[in-house]
């Protein structure tokens, strides 16, 4: 029988025992992973399945199927897989793209996140389903690679992106056809002050996307980046931060450098989500961690603040929304200031973000937001168990993710 799941690892972070015997069964060797498929098929009685959990069925398809060729459930997932392969193929190809453009402006770009995992991790079109694309560009580029984005027919979520580069991670573009791409200037929205990035493209490694030539983050700084990702709260998560974490670290094979990964989790203070990440992978996934690597992030020291961050951000917050989120990320922004500085400046830092021209409209657009928050909240615990709806914020800003 199969062990109950340890408490430790319970929590928004973290999966639910049914999503965990699905990763079982796209990441455990084929008899384990099997048994695990059967034990969720009999839990869950193939009803409706969440977001999180139909990105991972094409990986449960590649891991099975060519081992259980009589398991009807499983060759039903073959049209899941090839799905997601095709969609992937548009994806890509608008990927590579874009690529070439940016070199032709004298733009060099990096892909993160699903476009990175696929080509050098998952090393398959059909098994990673992505939603959008991800590109990094250097802090002195951005500018430029928002004017020829928007040249190129992409929409801008923001009407003025480049003024929110001192604070902001990104800004997301979309082109007519559906077509989605994220631009980061940032790698991190937890760093975001000058020269977060430079140790990031100093140890970039060389990337192809159907012959377009890119960069990508080094394994290390892709962990790093995957379980920090993973760790605030989404609709999709605590799933697929799992799988391309495992995923990853079985890729990359003695080329991870966890030193490097360590040094990165403290000089970046991000230990409270990374240390309970790995030792779930661990515990949980069976995945090859050192020792010495989880040794040496238990030594690190982390704040109560950071604590408290860590919490925050995972969690769903119907009534609040990012603000909470918000007030962590200018604290790290503005950690040089004296605190009567930053304590003036967190407004100017809300007016910019959420477009206010002046303090009382920054009030009343907050104020404006939060209570309709609050009605959505109270319809939904008394008229039923559906989550309270998706709301807009008061500005032309999108909220940071």
């Not at 060519?66 to 039903?76: P, T, V, Y």
């Not at 548009?90 to 070199?103: C, E």
């Not at 030539?213 to 605030?232: E, F, M, Y």
């Amino acid at each position: 029988m199969r062990p109950a799941k340890n408490v430790r690892f319970a929590g928004w972070q973290f999966p639910s025992v049914t999503q965990e015997l699905l990763l079982q069964a796209a990441l455990q060797d084929p008899e384990a992973g099997h048994r695990a498929w059967q034990l969720w098929r009999q839990q869950t009685g193939g009803g409706q399945l969440d977001s999180g959990v139909n990105r991972i069925l094409p990986l449960v398809y590649r891991n099975l199927a060519s081992h259980w060729r009589e398991d009807r459930s499983l060759a039903g997932l073959q049209g899941v897989y090839r799905k997601t392969w095709s969609q992937n193929q548009l994806r890509f190809r608008t990927l590579a793209d874009l690529l070439s453009r940016f070199h032709d402006q004298g733009i060099e770009p990096m892909v993160l996140k699903g476009g990175a995992l696929s080509v050098l991790a998952y090393r398959d079109f059909g098994v990673r389903p992505m939603t959008d694309l991800d590109l990094l560009v250097r802090r002195e580029a951005a500018q430029q690679a928002i004017h020829w984005l928007r040249a190129w027919e992409w929409k801008s979520s923001l009407d003025n992106p480049e003024l929110l580069m001192d604070i902001r991670h990104g800004d997301e573009f979309v082109r007519a056809d559906g077509q989605r791409v994220d631009l980061h200037w940032n790698v991190l929205q937890e760093c975001c002050a000058p020269g977060s990035n430079n140790d990031f493209w100093r140890q970039a490694i060389a990337c192809d996307i159907y012959g377009a030539p890119c960069k990508s983050l080094c394994a290390a700084d892709q962990l790093l980046h995957v379980i920090v990702h993973g760790a605030r709260w989404s609709l999709v998560q605590p799933v697929s931060w799992i799988a391309d974490a495992t995923v990853l670290i079985r890729a990359a094979g003695a080329s991870l450098d966890w030193n490097r990964f360590v040094e990165q989790v403290s000089s970046r203070r991000l230990a409270a989500p990374v240390s309970d990440a790995l030792e779930y992978l661990k515990a949980r996934m069976g995945v090859d961690i050192p020792v010495s690597a989880l040794h040496s992030l238990s030594r690190i020291q982390v704040s109560f603040r950071e604590r408290v961050e860590h919490r925050v951000k995972i969690r769903p917050r119907p009534l609040v929304g990012t603000l909470p989120v918000l007030a962590f990320d200018y604290l790290r922004l503005t950690e040089d200031q004296p605190a009567l500085k930053r304590c003036f400046g967190f407004s100017r830092y809300l007016q910019a973000t959420f477009d206010c021209r002046s303090f009382s409209e920054l009030v009343t657009s907050t104020a404006g937001l939060v209570g309709a928050r609050c009605r959505a909240y109270l319809r939904m615990r008394l008229g039923g168990s559906m989550p309270p709806p998706r709301l807009r914020q008061p500005s032309r800003v999108r909220p940071a993710r």
